[in-house]
C-alpha cells in the first residue's frame, strides 16, 4: 500500500514539475482532511486518484485536474 502511495505521489510530482497542462483522472476527491501516517498533524489536501494509483496530493486549485467524478469532502 505505501509503494503504491509513494509511487503516486512521485508520479504527481514529475507532472507536475514538467509543466504537464492536465492530470487526468478517474477520481479526485477535494476538501479532505489527510492524514499521511508520518505523525505530522493532519492537514487539508485533494487527492486525484486514477486506477488504483494517487497521481495528485495537493491544492487542486493550483494544477489542471480533470476527473470523470469530483467528491467533495
Do not use: Q
Not at 25 to 34: N, S
Not at 47 to 71: H, L, Q, R, Y
Amino acid at each position: 500500500m505505501w509503494k503504491k502511495i509513494c509511487l503516486g505521489l512521485l508520479v504527481a510530482c514529475l507532472l507536475t514539475a514538467c509543466g504537464s497542462s492536465t492530470i487526468k483522472a478517474d477520481f479526485l476527491i477535494t476538501g479532505g482532511i489527510l492524514i499521511d501516517g508520518s505523525g505530522k498533524a493532519p492537514y487539508m489536501a485533494d487527492i486525484a486518484m486514477a486506477g488504483d494509483t494517487i497521481v495528485f496530493v495537493g491544492s487542486s486549485s493550483d494544477v489542471n485536474i480533470k476527473a470523470e467524478v469530483v467528491i467533495e469532502a
